[in-house]
């Protein structure tokens, strides 16, 4: 019976490339990983990530793709292209307003991930599992 279960979980939204799409799939992040403790985290990536998407590509939509398995949560934007750049770590200076996206993306996750080809960019961003408490030590 073992090879019919499986500890992985996938989600996919699809937005069209509009910005109040980027607030939806917050949304949508919280939803699903209510009572992780990634969940703040997750928010903050999947709001960056459909940002760069909205803001950088001319595609008409971009998706999101959330793998939870029980050694990580792993977040994919991707967009259906239109740019003539690549996403990439900036460093702005402090009076830009924009341009720290993905260096936030960067601190929040354990491993940052883009691909670009013909269709457009992913971004994957993976977040681990946390570790298990440590149990206080019980009266025999």
């Given at each position: 019976m073992d090879e019919y279960t499986s500890t992985v979980q996938v989600w996919e939204l699809s937005c069209p490339r509009l910005p109040a799409e980027v607030a939806r799939a917050?949304?949508?992040?919280?939803?699903?990983?209510?009572?992780?403790?990634?969940?703040?985290?997750?928010?903050?990536?999947?709001?960056?990530?459909?940002?760069?998407?909205v803001t950088h590509t001319t595609g008409p939509a971009f998706r999101i793709t959330i793998t939870r398995t029980t050694q990580a949560v792993t977040l994919a934007v991707t967009d259906t292209g239109g740019s003539p750049t690549h996403p990439h770590i900036t460093h702005p200076d402090e009076?830009?307003?924009?341009?720290?996206?993905?260096?936030?993306?960067?601190?929040?996750?354990?491993?940052?991930?883009?691909?670009?080809?013909?269709?457009?960019?992913t971004v994957t961003a993976t977040l681990p599992a946390p570790l298990p408490a440590a149990r206080e030590a019980q009266p025999c």
């Open positions: 917050r949304r949508w992040t919280r939803d699903i990983l209510t009572g992780s403790p990634h969940a703040d985290d997750a928010a903050l990536i999947v709001t960056e990530l459909s940002a760069n998407a009076e830009s307003t924009h341009g720290r996206g993905l260096a936030i993306v960067t601190h929040l996750a354990a491993a940052l991930e883009i691909h670009h080809d013909t269709g457009g960019h």
